[in-house]
T-cell receptor
Framework: QKEVEQNSGPLSVPEGAIASLNCTYS??????FFWYRQYSGKSPELIMS????GDKEDGRFTAQLNKASQYVSLLIRDSQPSDSATYLC????????????FGPGTRLSVLP | DAGVIQSPRHEVTEMGQEVTLRCKPI?????LFWYRQTMMRGLELLIY????????DSGMPEDRFSAKMPNASFSTLKIQPSEPRDSAVYFC???????????FGPGTRLLVL
């Protein structure tokens, strides 16, 4: 079992719809969770970070964490074509927040 | 702030040659990470430094790979000898404090023929 798993996609949603991206992780001791967006040919950039169970909202983005189920999700409301990218889930494995494991990424396509 | 700087941005070399990738972290950041990204394996952590000291190099694929951080503003990742399977995008990232986000450099696209 891989440490961090994501559906590879592609996930296609129409413009204006909600995109739902999911991530599961295997290490119960994981402390911090991150969603990165990566455009083709570019470097990853942070979208959201979440540390506690529940929801965290930032504009059109909502991250959800359920440590009991070892599950993290990212919701993108009112999806725009500019949201089309690969979304990487990252988990830090230790208390120092420096040992990151990335999932394989989910490719999102928002159709105009 | 200039962000994380990597050089070269593109490198094409022949199998058996030595390759050196360079990274300048964001000023004041005390942790530096080297990653490799391929279609098959995704984004893999190779090694990270804290205050210039290598903390975890378990991701370094084999002895052909080595990394150094002689000071707080410079790190290198060296591959000697290079092989075609080393072809990938190599990213450097830095972080300010524990738990904060990583900032990635633009990456070096390496092609080994």
């Amino acid at each position: 079992q891989k440490e961090v798993e994501q559906n590879s996609g592609p996930l296609s949603v129409p413009e204006g719809a909600i995109a739902s991206l999911n991530c599961t992780y295997s290490d119960r001791g994981s402390q911090s969770f991150f969603w990165y967006r990566q455009y083709s040919g570019k470097s990853p950039e942070l979208i959201m970070s979440i540390y506690s169970n529940g929801d965290k909202e930032d504009g059109r983005f909502t991250a959800q964490l359920n440590k009991a189920s070892q599950y993290v999700s990212l919701l993108i409301r009112d999806s725009q074509p500019s949201d089309s990218a690969t979304y990487l889930c990252a988990v830090n494995r230790d208390n120092y927040g420096q040992n990151f494991v990335f999932g394989p990424g989910t490719r999102l396509s928002v159709l105009p | 702030d200039a962000g994380v700087i990597q050089s070269p941005r593109h490198e094409v070399t022949e199998m058996g040659q030595e390759v050196t990738l360079r990274c300048k972290p964001i000023s004041g950041h005390n942790s530096l990470f080297w990653y490799r990204q391929t279609m098959m394996r995704g984004l893999e952590l190779l090694i990270y430094f804290n205050n210039n000291v290598p903390i975890d190099d378990s991701g370094m694929p084999e002895d052909r790979f080595s990394a150094k951080m002689p000071n707080a503003s410079f790190s290198t990742l060296k591959i000697q000898p290079s092989e075609p399977r080393d072809s990938a995008v190599y990213f450097c990232a830095s972080i300010n404090r524990v738990g904060e986000t990583q900032y990635f450099g633009p990456g070096t696209r390496l092609l080994v023929l």
